[in-house]
Nanobody
């Protein structure tokens, strides 16, 4: 089983915090990098955070920088996305993605990633 599994979504109010989890198999966890994307209805899938395993380098787009934090827990084969100061525009289905091949990475390109989870819904009310 390689497909990662997301959890932790839910309904929150604007300004609240939420932490998403992505549980991966040991094989997936030994991959090069993992990322979080989100997709709102009628919109394209959007990159929100990424992490490289070897050095824990993280990368964020300006839209979430300072509010979202990606981290990992090796012992649990899990990646987290801590989301603070949530806004209604953060409402979306959030997906975990895995890039298994080493090398350069175009974080925001969905075709960079080899495995995707099923997604978890995050709804932020105003």
């Amino acid at each position: 089983q390689v497909q990662p599994v997301e959890s932790g979504g839910g309904l929150v109010q604007a300004g609240d915090s939420l932490r998403l989890s992505c549980a991966a198999s040991e094989r997936t966890f030994s991959s090069y990098a993992m990322a979080w994307f989100r997709q709102a209805p009628g919109k394209e899938r959007e990159f929100v955070a990424g992490i490289i395993w070897s050095n824990e380098y993280t990368y964020y787009p300006d839209s979430v920088k300072g509010r979202f934090t990606i981290s990992r827990a090796n012992a649990k084969n899990t990646v987290y996305l801590q989301m603070n100061s949530l806004k209604p525009e953060d409402t979306a289905v959030y997906y975990c993605a895995v890039k298994s091949t080493y090398g350069s990475i175009r974080w925001s390109k969905t075709d960079e990633y080899d495995y995707w989870g099923q997604g978890t819904q995050v709804t932020v009310s105003s």
